[in-house]
């Protein structure tokens, strides 16, 4: 079996996939346009940021995993993987602590001017004077968007430096706002409207596109500080270039509208001309701590799929199934025996939504649950309990 590797990986990764008894074809270079022509025969695909596009998909006869080696899946198209039967997993929280940090990181330095500072040293001058004023963060209020991983991790953190933390998220109650020491607020636009430092932690989606609108980021302070270590579509982007002149708003970004496809390359875009934004280059999860916690998690999920075991990190596994009942057959475990069942439900056009055989000790008898489309009829139940090989059929 194949994986293809197309973004950085370690070597002593790569060692354990060989170790796994994969052949592993390694192309961090390979960029997206060229993956259709590279990806066939590979069984998995571990991918961070290259995109895995539905052409490509397309060409993968022989595809059943793509691992996102990181926490969002917007790079993957996962309609195209779904309508192919292709599992798409990733490593969410493996790399919480690094944006969590970068986070901070930003924070501190828009408090502290450390970028204009660092750029008038370089320059000789000395201004002790002006940047000698700072607002501090003890005791001012940090807005957490997104209580995920992450979000979790930039709480700890902020209240080391003594903030007050609120937060928001879809799934977050009054209860579980306890247990995290922090302030539930009633929707994003409050949360902006008490936050001194407002940060962005969710994955993007069509559901959370301009999540930070127009309206919540009108609600900001004057002077506030707006953090995104997240996704560039989950903010209205015209509505916070417009916020930080006319609100003075102080900005940390490290996700960009249109950034480079590569790891270097030119960049331009207007936002950051602004002497009140600072930026990084999309590296929120960029540390050597975090890329192996990433990589070990890929292995681990790779060794499961192999192993048969359960991937509890699939992204695109049906929410709900459309059976609408469930039979449950006692069987003797023997040759053929599934395939007689299956034909006998076939036979009665009724399609088999999931099923679950479990074999029991000793290897002479098995248990099949079987989630049918439609309830079958008296006629298929008998039809099947006629079998010498079926021990009994029950409908539940």
Known sequence: MKVLVIDAFSAAHL???????????????????????????????????TKVTGEAIEKADALQLIVRAGAG???IDLKAASARAIYVANTP?????????LTLGLILAIDRRIPDAVADLRAGKWNKKDYGQADGLFGRTIGIVGLGAIGREVAKRARGFGM??????????????????LRRMASVAELCAQSDVVTVHCAFSADTKELI??????????????????????VD??????AIAEKDLRVGLDVFEKEPAGGAGAFEDPIVKHARVIGTHHIGASTEQAQNAVADETVRIIRTFLEGGALSSVVNIAKGSKAACQVVVRHYDRVGVLAEVLGAIRRHDINVEEMENTIFDGAKAASAKIR??????????AELSRSEAIIHV???
């Open 15 to 49: 060692e354990e996939l060989k170790k796994l008894g994969l052949e592993v074809d390694y192309r961090p270079q390979l960029k997206a346009e060229e993956l259709a022509q590279t990806i066939g025969g590979a069984s998995i695909v571990v991918a961070r940021s």
């Open 73 to 75: 899946v917007n790079t």
């Open 93 to 101: 929280g493996k790399n919480a602590i690094a944006v969590a940090e």
């Open 164 to 181: 007050k933390v609120v937060g928001w998220s879809r799934s977050l109650d009054d209860a579980k706002a306890e247990t995290l020491g």
């Open 213 to 234: 609108s127009a309206d919540a980021i009108g609600r900001m302070k004057k002077g506030a500080t707006f953090i995104n270590t997240s996704r560039a579509e989950l």
């Open 237 to 242: 982007l015209r509505a916070l270039d417009r």
């Open 372 to 381: 049918l489309s439609a309830r079958p009829s008296a006629e298929l139940v």
């Open 394 to 396: 029950e409908v539940v």
